[in-house]
């Protein structure tokens, strides 16, 4: 079946870096559309950071400067790296996989706090 398994979140300092990864099993990794996506308490999960399966990336303004995701289709996983965290990033981030004909899959999420 298919997996994605998020890791790397934490508890981080204001400024400071953290890079999650999502590891993907059970589907064909580099045909899919990848993406981050965070949900805080209190409020509706919002898009971070896509890359599609030709390596286009795309960003939520909030996170511009400060994020970069990439991809790695030899070890079927989804980076994250976070620079200059800030309180506002605190959530869960949650791992997504998407193909237009083949549906979309999610992952159980990983919970990153930014403390001030």
């Known amino acids: 079946q298919v997996q994605l398994v998020e890791s790397g979140g934490g508890l981080v300092q204001a400024g400071g870096s953290l890079r999650l990864s999502c590891a993907a099993s059970g589907i064909i990794f580099s045909i899919y559309d990848m993406g981050w996506y965070r949900q805080a308490p209190g409020k509706q999960r919002e898009l971070v950071a896509t890359?599609?399966?030709?390596?286009?990336?795309n960003y939520a303004d909030s996170v511009k400067g400060r994020f970069t995701i990439s991809r790695d289709n030899a070890k079927n996983t989804v980076y994250l790296q976070m620079n200059n965290v800030k309180p506002e990033d605190t959530a869960v981030y949650y791992c997504?996989?998407?193909?237009?004909?083949?549906?979309?899959?999610w992952g159980q999420g990983t919970q990153v706090t930014v403390s001030s």
């Open positions: 890359i599609t399966s030709g390596s286009r990336t």
């Open positions: 997504n996989a998407d193909h237009y004909r083949r549906g979309g899959f």
